[in-house]
C-alpha cells in the first residue's frame, strides 16, 4: 500500500493510482474528474512521506492539552511539565534536565503510514484531508 494525493485536498491509500481514484469516487460518490486534479496527483515521494505530517487533533482542540504530550520516559504531560511556546518539557534529574515532549497528535505521514498497516489495511482508503 502507497500514498497517492489525488487533488489539493486529498491523500488516499491503495495499491495504485487507479485504485486510489476508484475508492475517492466512490466515497464521494463524484465523477473521476471531481476527485483527481492532474496538477496535483501523485504517488508520495520518500521526501514527501517524512515531510508531511499527519494531525488527528480536532480543530476545537487546544494544543496545550496534557494528555496529547508524552515524553521518552513514557511520561504524560502535566502541571510538573512546562511550556515553552511550542512545546512541553518534562523535568528529569541532572544532568538530562527537561526534555522536550512529543505531541502524538502530530506525527509523520511515513509513521501514519506505518501504523495503518500494521493495523492490517488492505483495502484502499481515504489517508489523509487537509483543513479547508
Do not use: Q
Not at 24 to 52: I, P, Q, S, W
Not at 87 to 111: C, I, N, Q, S, W
Amino acid at each position: 500500500m502507497k500514498i497517492f494525493r489525488l487533488n489539493e485536498n486529498d491523500w488516499y491509500l491503495a495499491n495504485s493510482m487507479d485504485d486510489a481514484i476508484a475508492c475517492a469516487m466512490k466515497e464521494t460518490g463524484c465523477e473521476r474528474f471531481d476527485v483527481y486534479d492532474l496538477e496535483y496527483a501523485h504517488e508520495l515521494t520518500e521526501e514527501e512521506l517524512d515531510k508531511n505530517t499527519f494531525c488527528d487533533r480536532g480543530p476545537e482542540e487546544d494544543v496545550m492539552t496534557f494528555g496529547n504530550w508524552r515524553c521518552e520516559c513514557g511520561a504524560i504531560a502535566d502541571g510538573n511539565c512546562r511550556w515553552n511556546g511550542a512545546a512541553y518539557e518534562h523535568p528529569h534529574p541532572y544532568p538530562m534536565g527537561h526534555v522536550l515532549m512529543k505531541d502524538t497528535t502530530v506525527r509523520t505521514f511515513r509513521e501514519e503510514l506505518a501504523a495503518r498497516l500494521a493495523a492490517g489495511i488492505t483495502a484502499p482508503e481515504i489517508f489523509a484531508c487537509a483543513e479547508i
